[in-house]
């Protein structure tokens, strides 16, 4: 098994930033790909951004150049780096990563919820 636990959503101001955080602990060989997907009320969940064990990147396109996804292989963490926030962002955000324990699986952290008021 994999645990996800995030941290670093909240309330903010358009325009300004926030850092979230994904640290997977358990027992496992190793992570593959790590990513964050939100959930806006109403709306079906979306892919923000991923990353590969190999540090490929991939973006919806509402966030280019405004988010940057990362990882730290040797915490086993994932960080999704989130400037210049609009409303829009406003959703839950989901950890998600892909593992391998026994065989490949799809791991999700519980979500937290990000805020941005106009």
């Known amino acids: 098994q994999v645990q996800l636990v995030e941290s670093g959503g909240g309330l903010v101001q358009a325009g300004g930033s926030l850092r979230l955080s994904c640290a997977a602990s358990?027992?496992?060989?190793?992570?593959?790909?790590m990513g964050w997907y939100r959930e806006a009320p109403g709306k079906q969940r979306e892919l923000v951004a991923s990353?590969?064990?190999?540090?490929?990147?991939n973006y919806r396109d509402s966030v280019k150049g405004r988010f940057t996804i990362s990882r730290d292989n040797a915490k086993n963490t994932v960080y999704l780096q989130m400037n210049s926030l609009k409303p829009e962002d406003t959703a839950v955000y989901y950890c998600?990563?892909?593992?391998?324990?026994?065989?490949?699986?799809?791991?999700w952290g519980e979500g937290t919820q990000v805020t941005v008021s106009s």
């Open positions: 358990g027992r496992f060989l190793n992570i593959n790909t």
């Open positions: 990353v590969t064990s190999g540090g490929g990147t």
């Open positions: 998600k990563c892909i593992a391998v324990v026994d065989v490949s699986r799809q791991y």
